[in-house]
């Protein structure tokens, strides 16, 4: 039986397809993350814990940007896999550490850095509560907790609800109000909220940004090969192109949302 906190199948595989794949994405892309960043009051004296870093896109761009000291996790060992790649590529190895972690259950002590950054990964947790308290625990007092997550503009019907469950992993989406009412659950204060609904060419230019074109043939290559020798790969494929329009009612219907709380001096 999968335990509460545990990834099911069907999510393991869909990481398992971001990592192979070699792409990962959040709406908003690089801007989102620099704004997100900014908003949290990041700074090269900081220390900064990434949740979620995936194939360490972000990170490469944090580091060069801010300055800032960057420990970074993800529950994939096939991210973490590709974020290091990354990373020694651009020569930030002394900047960022890399740990294989889960959000949930995180291996450091409370208070025990400046901010914490999560983009894209709360909504795949199965307690959000649970995991959104852990990022309070470990950030020091004063500190600011920053997520981007995707957000209900409309409220979807309930087949809408399970198309994006099992094709996006697992994942459970909020409207704004949701998600800010999280953060002040988990005991945060002054909770900022920037959302707005997606715009796909904005979306679009800032996926091109994320990556070169080696990157994006790299990746397509690994796509297509998985396709043909994975027999998971296709059925993942099938789900996706068996329903087209429930992906445009998909995309029509969500956005961006910037969420950030400080966590109380005392």
């Not at 709406?27 to 009051?41: D, S």
């Not at 949930?104 to 950054?117: E, G, H």
């Not at 999280?182 to 715009?199: D, F, P, R, T, Y």
């Not at 043939?217 to 043909?228: E, H, K, L, S, Y």
Request: positive net charge; charged residues 25%; glycine residues 10%.
């Amino acid at each position: 039986m999968k335990m509460d906190n545990q990834p099911s199948k069907d999510e393991n595989l869909y990481f398992d397809i971001q990592a192979d794949f070699g792409m990962t994405k959040h709406l908003g892309g690089q801007k989102a993350t620099r704004e997100l960043v900014e908003l949290c009051h990041v700074d090269q004296n900081k220390s900064l814990l990434v949740i979620g870093c995936g194939i360490g896109s972000s990170l490469v761009y944090i580091a060069k940007h801010f300055g800032c000291r960057i420990t970074a996790i993800d529950i994939s060992e096939g991210m973490i896999a590709r974020a290091e790649e990354r990373i020694k590529r651009h020569g930030l190895d002394a900047k960022i550490i890399l740990k294989v972690a889960d959000a949930q259950n995180m291996p450091f002590l409370k208070n025990t850095f400046d901010a914490t950054l999560c983009e894209s990964v709360t909504a795949f947790i199965p307690d959000k509560l649970k995991g959104l308290k852990e990022y309070v625990r470990v950030t020091k007092p004063g500190g600011q907790i920053g997520i981007n997550e995707v957000t209900w503009i409309k409220e979807p019907n309930p087949d809408l609800k399970e198309y994006a469950y099992t094709i996006l992993g697992g994942a459970k989406f909020l409207d704004a109000d949701g998600w800010k009412s999280l953060l002040i659950e988990a005991g945060l204060e002054e909770v900022l909220v920037v959302s707005g609904k997606l715009q796909m060419a904005s979306q679009w230019k800032e996926e091109m940004r994320l990556s070169d074109m080696s990157d994006r043939f790299q990746a397509m290559g690994r796509f297509i090969q998985g396709v043909f020798k994975n027999p998971a790969y296709r059925q993942y494929s099938q789900q996706i192109l068996s329903k087209p329009g429930m992906m445009f009612k998909f995309t029509s219907q969500i956005g961006n949302g910037l969420y950030v709380g400080r966590k109380p001096s005392q």
